[in-house]
């Protein structure tokens, strides 16, 4: 009993021991420690600053198949009835008008727009005070509106809707909430100004678009339809017809009318008036915090090295 306790008390001293040891190198090396972090702390401070703001406009959208039924899902049973099973519904509203977004052809119909793709693809920073965008002089001329980067094997003068499809995808966050059906849509820029006019520009071309394919799509099957009327002769498969051809003229009516057609806004972009990033106080807080262990580590590895 007596050798159990003489064992403990001296694994307990030479805990005090390598603890105060520790100590002792920490202080004697508290010059070096305080140096070190003050440097990187201010380091940090430097690169916080000279990060470009980022500013990021946001919009609510909602599908608007998720309001009132598509006048095609209404005769779908209709449709399978009278053996026209190939335009029996139009499948997920809010999905298609996200994958119409992401597209690359829809990035190259935005860039043909004039001062899009100078705006995703040479900006270098946004002036409040003057409330302007300033372009990289390397890569494009505002001035004379013309791009003058340098041609490389795999870099053309001027981007490519590929290229500007890559920045795009960066700059661009879609979420949806699977519980409201509510698409939250933001995009993110270094001028609040372009952001949020950009993101608005998306929203009603994307609406656009899909009237379009919807129109012409409609006159398609309005096409069959009136062609399969002429070749029936059962009743039944008639006014089922005259049905689906209902449908089709209420999808070309509903076209005509609504202005957003396929997303309804709920909440409209915005200029932003914060910024989105750097968070520049957490970089210097995290990088302060890690030079300050970095400098602890150093120190006692050169004690213990010395100590060998």
């Known amino acids: 009993m007596?050798?159990?306790?003489?064992?403990?008390?001296?694994?307990?001293?030479?805990?005090?021991?390598?603890?105060?040891?520790?100590?002792?190198?920490?202080?004697?090396?508290?010059?070096?420690?305080?140096?070190?972090?003050?440097?990187?702390?201010?380091?940090?401070?430097?690169?916080?600053?000279?990060?470009?703001?980022?500013?990021?406009?946001?919009?609510?959208?909602?599908?608007?198949?998720?309001?009132?039924?598509?006048?095609?899902?209404?005769?779908?049973?209709?449709?399978?009835?009278?053996?026209?099973?190939?335009?029996?519904?139009?499948?997920?509203?809010?999905?298609?008008?996200?994958?119409?977004?992401?597209?690359?052809?829809?990035?190259r119909h935005l860039v043909s727009f004039?001062?899009?793709?100078?705006?995703?693809?040479?900006?270098?920073?946004?002036?409040?005070?003057?409330?302007?965008?300033?372009?990289?002089?390397?890569?494009?001329?505002?001035?004379?509106?013309?791009?003058?980067?340098?041609?490389?094997?795999?870099?053309?003068?001027?981007?490519?809707y590929l290229e500007a499809h890559q920045t795009y995808g960066k700059m661009l966050s879609i979420k949806q909430d699977k519980i409201t059906g509510f698409v939250n849509i933001s995009f993110e820029h270094v001028s609040p100004v372009f952001a949020e006019s950009f993101l608005s520009l998306i929203i009603k071309e994307a609406n656009n678009l899909n009237r379009q394919r919807d129109i012409s799509d409609s006159k398609a099957a309005l096409g069959y339809l009136t062609n399969e009327l002429s070749r029936t002769s059962k009743v039944d498969i008639k006014n089922s017809i005259n049905l689906l051809i209902e449908g089709q003229l209420e999808i070309q009516m509903m076209a005509s009318i609504h202005d957003e057609y396929s997303l309804i806004i709920l909440e409209p972009p915005f200029v932003p008036e914060k910024r989105s990033r750097p968070t520049r106080s957490l970089i210097v807080i995290i990088s302060t915090l890690l030079g300050g262990i970095i400098s602890v580590m150093l120190v006692l590895l050169r004690h213990f090295s010395s100590s060998k």
Do not use: H
Not at 68 to 78: E, G, H, L, M
Not at 92 to 107: C, G, H, P, Q, Y
Not at 141 to 159: F, G, H, M, Y
């Open 114 to 160: 004039e001062g899009v793709l100078p705006s995703l693809m040479a900006y270098d920073r946004y002036d409040f005070g003057e409330g302007k965008l300033y372009f990289n002089e390397e890569d494009y001329d505002a001035a004379e509106k013309k791009w003058v980067r340098e041609s490389t094997a795999n870099k053309s003068a001027i981007p490519t």
């Open 2 to 107: 007596t050798t159990s306790n003489t064992n403990t008390d001296n694994v307990i001293y030479e805990d005090e021991i390598d603890l105060r040891q520790l100590f002792e190198a920490i202080w004697k090396g508290k010059i070096f420690i305080i140096l070190m972090t003050t440097i990187v702390a201010i380091s940090s401070i430097f690169y916080a600053l000279s990060l470009t703001n980022y500013f990021t406009s946001e919009a609510v959208l909602v599908s608007r198949d998720s309001q009132t039924s598509s006048p095609i899902s209404q005769f779908s049973d209709i449709a399978s009835l009278a053996g026209l099973g190939a335009i029996s519904g139009q499948g997920n509203e809010t999905l298609k008008m996200v994958e119409i977004i992401k597209s690359r052809d829809f990035v």
